[in-house]
């Protein structure tokens, strides 16, 4: 039955008794008969925030209220063209002006979800520039959230630093 932790890296305790590693407890109850009871990761502390999701095309829940934070594809800042008619058909032909904005949910239907979004600072520092996503480099610019060309500056600092 322990073989199914096979791999498993870290304490464990079995019917009462800690083990540090798997294989101490394997050569315990090798040749057992009967009910086990296991606990892994016991005393570990569960963390407080979920994770952050870090992919292209991203949505994250801030704080746990209902606002979302989205990272949407480089073509849905685009005009509407023959072959992308997205904006035409469901946001009657404006293209999203931010790659990274906040929201909340609307409505949502088996695949989409209606949001009302805007361009807010939700992190003491951004990486990335809001506006087209490129990863900033600048201290200011991760300070404002948007990068040189976007926000038509020329890495002038602010706070004579």
């Known amino acids: 039955m322990l073989n199914l932790l096979e791999g498993y890296k870290g304490s464990l305790e079995i019917n009462g008794i800690m083990y540090n590693d798997l294989k101490a407890a394997v050569q315990a109850f090798k040749g057992f008969e009967g ?3 296991i606990v892994l990761n016991k005393g570990a502390k569960i963390a407080e925030q ?50 990274i904005m906040v929201g909340r949910k609307l409505k949502e239907t088996r695949g989409m979800v209606q949001m009302e979004l805007w361009g807010e600072i939700t992190d003491e520092i951004t990486h990335n520039c809001m506006k087209c996503g490129k990863r900033l480099t600048n201290n200011v610019s991760k300070f404002f959230g948007i990068g040189p060309e976007c926000g038509g500056h020329n890495y002038t600092n602010p706070f004579e630093t």
């Not at 991203?58 to 023959?82: F, H, L, W």
């Open 35 to 37: 009910e086990l009871t």
């Open 50 to 99: 979920r994770p952050t999701i870090s992919s292209e095309n991203s949505v994250q829940e801030i704080q746990g209220s209902p606002i979302y934070k989205i990272k949407v594809r480089q073509y849905m800042t685009k005009p509407a063209s023959p072959e992308f008619d997205f904006h035409d058909k469901w946001n009657n032909g404006v293209p999203m002006p931010m790659r």
